[in-house]
């Protein structure tokens, strides 16, 4: 899953910027209902991060059942705390 078709997908564009906030709201919903249906771990791991992104992504021991999942997501989320921090400090 790429990000642009999921943003497409989930929001009508890949500028979250045009997005209104009950657009945002009806897609972040959608994506947690496609999330629970989803077996696919790439794909569940593709719409976790993109609800992560969006503050509204469900606990880690709640979206994936392997450790290693878990595992993957935390560094996800180390990676994007990095990547905002240095951003902060430029």
Known sequence: ???DDLMRR????????E???AALEAG???A???LGLEKDRGRRFALWSLLFMLGAAPDLDVAFKS????????????????????????
Do not use: C, H, K
């Open 1 to 3: 899953m790429q990000f």
């Open 10 to 17: 989930y929001f009508g564009t890949d500028d979250l910027g």
């Open 19 to 21: 997005v209104t906030p």
């Open 28 to 30: 972040i919903e959608r």
């Open 32 to 34: 947690r209902v496609d």
């Open 67 to 90: 450790e290693e999942d878990r595992e993957a997501a935390r560094n996800f989320m180390d990676l994007l705390a990095a990547s905002e921090a240095a951003e902060e400090g430029d």
